[in-house]
């Protein structure tokens, strides 16, 4: 029996997660769960997966969650602190599928205890990839990527010579707006924006990928995960979504990876690994697949594309800055504060602000400085001047 605990676990990823857990009874038993503001889903899942604890974020939820779980015999809690404890219960797998900067300190509380860490949460390699990796060494946890790219990319290094790898190339579906006229972006509202023509998403990942700030989060979790330099990160548009990541090797080789957009791939490899069992996922008929098609990303459609190399380059703290930047940008957008274009803009005036103030130059940042910069990134993003650039 593998103990298992879902952070995120009433999210997109993690009700998928909960999905292939319960299709296994005998194999997983599960101990922590956590959600936010849906605790009648959380709830359910708990009762479900006879977790040991069911947490909300929130602790104007805790009551709701308490009377749901009446008589269950299910522990309840409530806060962020909550959330770090339960990751940090002894487990076996974690699953990091809390969205945003907010999923870094359990995943940390995760690796503290050495669990396997099944890694959702690209924001946690954005803001703290070094760290991340070092406690991870230090407490002999391992990380599993998750994000369907990184998954891929991880099953095509199997078995490989990692000095012989030249690049990684990333495909992106280019958004909802891949094909739109370029003068019309601006207008586009947030509806628009969350609707993704492949993959079924929670709403604020799928408006990242209208942005491409999904796939700049993307290529910077690949350069920490995976040890490669900047320019070892490659990105083409692919619309079909059927190639998820490709390496190249020094003798020319090119491993991909394919397989029908369906997250429950990535998310089940990683909870078998390192074996491969059966999943429910549909098989591809590639002559009814046909053909597919691969274009270089525009630079005036995608600037979080540029942003991202240079977040790569400047380093120390840029990551957190720029992933918090874009948190905020995303809220302003959401809320109509914003256009869409303009979500670009902010992110590149904090990062321009912070760094021309040195604010962003720290060699090995703790959590602390990571934290720090997060907040100061936020607090910048919301001052009026930038939002109405
Ligand atoms: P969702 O928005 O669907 O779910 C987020 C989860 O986190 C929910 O359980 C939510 O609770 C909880 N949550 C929200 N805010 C907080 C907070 N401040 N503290 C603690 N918990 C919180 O997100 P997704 O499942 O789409 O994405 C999760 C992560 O996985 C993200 O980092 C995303 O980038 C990554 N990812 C997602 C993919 C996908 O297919 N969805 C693909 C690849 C990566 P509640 O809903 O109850 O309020
Ligand atoms: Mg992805």
Redesign the pocket.
Known sequence: MRRVSIL???????CQTVELIEAAPDRFETVAL?????VAL?ADQARRLKAKIAVT?HDDCRAELTERLAGSGIAVASG?AA?AEAAAMPADWVMS????A??LVPGLAAIGQGATLAL????TMVAAGPLVLAEAARHGATLLP???EHSAVFQALAGEDRGAVERVILTASGGAFRDWPLEQLAQATPEQAATHPN?A?????TIDSASMFNKALEVIEAKELFGLAPAQVEVVIHPESLIHALVGFSDGALMAHMGAPD?RHAIGYALNWPERRDLPVARLDLAAVGSMSFRAPEDARYPALRLARRVMEEGGLAGAAFNAAKEAALDAFIDRRIGFMQMAQVVERVLDTMSRDGALRVDSPGLDAVLGADAEARARAARTDFLTA
């Open positions: 995120g676990a009433t999210g997109s990823i993690g956590t959600g936010g503001r849906n959380l974020c962020d959330i599928a809390i969205v945003g907010a999923g959702a949460n690209k924001e998750v994000d369907s993959w998403m929670g709403q604020r990942i997250m």
